[in-house]
């Protein structure tokens, strides 16, 4: 379908020599990540990439490293510092500054005034790590691909890795909630990777807080926020995209499964909810799918699964028929007329049948009752 290479992910991990045993399992020590607290001595041809020094947070750990994945910045040193001369002299600068100017490599986002977003439907105020992904998420999406960034499966991985991973590090970055309330929240979640790099901060009970110690830490926090960020594009590029593809096609022969069109048959199974949801849209399908047929290889059977009305809830377009819910088997077949039923869930949404030709008349007859 396409070229996928492990290059890029490879030589990333391989970019960082940590004092930490679980870094030193996951990372081969060909290389070094150097950060300093003032402009450090090194040649001319290394470039300097500068983030503020002191407690950091997942988007400028997550930004630094992401901005070495990029050939113009491949291999540069990290300069942690909050004096304007040292910024000034440096080839990029990341969350400190005060100034967002692609052209000059400034990618600062808290000044007044600023309000970009991602756009492409986006409208998530950016974090340093999302402005870094939006220029220069392309290059790094094309290098794991293997292929031209004017590919369209290049934008198709840059919008959906941006949806799936980075918008949430911009959200919580600006203190966005995910949702328009008042109320408290029923619990708290400090599991996300936003908290996780947060963690990895000096404990104010630790008696060295020396900026070397400080930027071991910042060190830590890149390789966290980096491994995570490359095992999205990972999984997006070997999963989501020939999943998205398999959907498609199952889309475009929906009527020869059945006349309705409201049947898709998963010729191979993937990981389609997701993906039917936006391609219905993007397709403009019409009438929208109802029911949802595929072969569970483990279980040597055929499954007929009810669509919900929205990835995130419980309810059906269609659930299949109350007086099937709950049954098995020959009671199954009786009350359908069905031979070969296997089950139908109590809840409605999913149902079994020992061959194809049974969970297909299970969704033609589930239509109409």
Not at 13 to 20: A, D, N
Not at 209 to 236: C, D, I, T
Not at 240 to 263: H, M, N, Y
Not at 268 to 286: D, S, V
Request: net charge negative; proline share 5%; aromatic share 10%.
């Amino acid at each position: 379908m396409f070229p996928v290479t492990r290059g890029l992910i490879s030589r990333s991990l391989c970019s960082f020599r940590l004092p930490l045993p679980l870094a030193a399992a996951a990372m081969a020590p060909s290389g070094v990540v150097r950060v300093y607290s003032t402009t450090p001595t090194s040649p001319s041809s290394v470039k300097q990439v500068g983030t503020h020094n002191g407690s950091f947070h997942c988007d400028e750990a997550l930004g630094c490293f992401m901005i070495r994945l990029a050939d113009k910045f491949s291999g540069a040193d990290i300069v942690r510092t909050r004096d304007p001369k040292v910024l000034a002299e440096l080839d990029a600068v990341l969350d400190v500054g005060g100034v967002y100017d692609p052209a000059s490599d400034r990618y600062d986002h808290h000044q007044k005034g600023f309000e970009e977003v991602f756009g492409h439907g986006f409208n998530t105020k950016l974090s340093s790590a999302g402005l870094v992904y939006k220029h220069f998420g392309k290059e790094i999406i094309a290098k794991e691909l293997n292929v031209d960034q004017d590919h369209p499966d290049v934008l198709r991985l840059f919008l959906a890795v941006y949806k799936s991973f980075m918008e949430a590090i911009d959200a919580v970055d600006n203190g966005i909630n995910r949702y328009d309330t008042d109320m408290p929240p029923k619990y708290v979640n400090n599991t996300h990777l936003s908290s996780r790099v947060g963690r990895l901060n000096l404990d104010w009970i630790d008696p060295d807080q020396s900026q070397e110690k400080e930027n071991e830490a910042f060190q830590r926090a890149m390789a966290l926020a980096g491994k995570e960020f490359l095992e999205s594009v990972r999984f997006h590029t070997r999963s989501w995209l020939p999943a998205r593809s398999i959907v498609v096609q199952c889309l475009e022969e929906r009527f020869k499964t059945d006349p309705s069109g409201e049947i898709m048959e998963l010729k191979n199974f993937c990981p389609w909810k997701l993906h039917l949801f936006e391609l219905e849209q993007e397709m403009k399908i019409e009438p929208l799918i109802k029911y949802v047929i595929y072969q569970d290889e483990r279980a040597k059977q055929w499954r007929v699964q009810a669509v919900a009305v929205a990835p995130d809830r419980f309810e059906n377009r269609k659930a299949l028929p109350e007086q099937w819910r709950g049954l098995r088997d020959e009671e199954l077949s009786k009350v359908a007329e069905i031979p070969g039923c296997v089950f139908v869930h109590m809840s409605g949404f999913i149902g079994g049948n020992q061959s194809y030709e049974g969970a297909l008349s299970m969704a033609r007859t589930a239509l109409t009752l």
